[in-house]
């Protein structure tokens, strides 16, 4: 990504150009409702992401939403003087096969987890919402009472269907999902309701 930005720098595409390309994405539908909805004092949203903190930080700004996110987990970005946007690795892992090597998604929620158990919120479930690969080892180490909501024809259901052994299986209950609707159907009848909540 970085040389992609360099290469459209020099292109000359500004950074309001930039700005306004990512405030223009639509969301996927439903999405907007579903966090509006999560606006609780019984949960909390965190985001995990292989984009970056200016595409994302640009976007939630756009919808208002800033405030509804209670951490955000990405690859830090800047704009330098002259415009141009550098995106730099969130970490460089090398512990995980399942993930890339600037993002393990399953080491940051656990590191999330803990840390707010260490502050005193502990969560009295998971529940995490993904589509691509990278989501893959976060769905492994969730537990029986959490609940993994998976996007129809996206990576991350192909590789929870293939269910290579060495990867072991997931125990969260799987839910499959187009849109945000989908997931706040099934949140809103049998899981906000049932009082098990959490973070995702």
């Known amino acids: ?86 995106v730099n690795k969130f970490h460089n892992q090398n512990w995980c096969t399942l993930s890339s090597v600037n993002m393990c998604k399953g080491h940051i929620l656990d590191t999330h987890i803990n840390s707010r158990k260490a502050g005193g919120v502990i969560f009295t479930g998971i529940v995490y919402v993904g589509d691509g690969h990278n989501d893959f080892c976060p769905s492994l180490r969730l537990s029986a009472g959490d609940h993994v909501f998976v996007r129809y024809g996206f990576s991350l259901e192909k590789m929870i269907k293939d269910k290579s052994p060495e990867h072991g299986e997931v125990k969260a209950s799987i839910h499959m999902w187009r849109t945000g609707d989908d997931i706040l159907h099934v949140i809103k009848s049998s899981i906000i309701k049932d009082g098990n909540t959490g973070s995702g």
């Open 1 to 86: 990504m970085e040389k992609i930005f360099e290469h459209l720098h020099h292109e000359g595409v500004t950074q309001n150009q930039i700005l306004e390309a990512i405030g223009n994405i639509p969301e996927v539908p439903g999405m907007l409702s579903l966090l509006q909805y999560l606006r609780r004092p019984d949960c909390e949203v965190i985001i995990l992401s292989d984009s970056n903190s200016v595409f994302i930080s640009t976007w939630l700004e756009k919808y208002h939403l800033l405030d509804a996110i209670k951490q955000v987990y990405t690859n830090p970005a800047h704009f330098d003087a002259s415009g141009q946007l550098h």
